[in-house]
C-alpha cells in the first residue's frame, strides 16, 4: 500500500479570510480525484484523522479545510465564498506542489454540511458531495429549501445519525436535493459509506 504523505497549508482568501488545514494523498504529483472535509471547533481530531486517512488511502487526496476564526451560520455566505475559492485553486492547479484534481468532491458534518452545500452550490465542478447529520435541523430546512441548494449539481448523499429526532427525508426528495438518504447510527459507519461514495470519482 502505498505511503500517504501530509503537507500542511495556510492561505487567505480575497475576502480575507484564512483556511488552513493538511494534504494527505500517496502521490501529489498525480492527478487524482480529491476531497475537501469540512471541520471546525467541535471536530474531534480522531474523527478527523480516520476520515482523511481512509480518503487518501481509498487513492484519493484528502484535504482537510478549517476557516481561521472559525465561522458562525451567519457568515456561511462568506465562508462558502473562500472555500470556493480555494476550491477553484486547486482545480486550476495552482497549489504548490499538488496536480490538478481530475475530480473534486466535498464532506461537511453538523454546520459544515451547510457550508458544503453552499460550496458545491457555487462550483459546479464538484462532483460528488456528503453530508452529515447538520445539527439545527430548522437552519438546514429553512436553508436548504431556498436558494441554497439550487445550484448543486454534485452527486449529493445525506447522512443521517441514528440518534435524531427529526425523521429522514427520502431519497431523491426535492428539499435538499440529495439522491441518496442513509441513517448511520455509528461514526464508522459513516466513514464508510463516505469513502465510498467518493471512490466512485475514481471510475
Known sequence: MATVKRAPYHRVSSGGLAIRGEVNTAGAGDARPAVLILYGAERTESSSLRLLERVARAGLTAISVELVPDWALEALEEAADAVSEFA?????GRHPGLAPPVALGIFGEKRHALLAIAVA?????????????????????KTVGGALSAGVAARWLELRSGIETAPPRRSGQKVGGAAEVRRVPRESEMIDAA??????MLS
Open 88 to 92: 477553484a485553486v486547486l482545480l486550476a
Open 121 to 141: 452550490a457555487r462550483e459546479p465542478r464538484v462532483t460528488r458531495l456528503v453530508t452529515w447529520s447538520p445539527e439545527v435541523w430548522e437552519s438546514v430546512e
Open 195 to 200: 469513502v465510498a461514495w467518493f471512490s466512485a
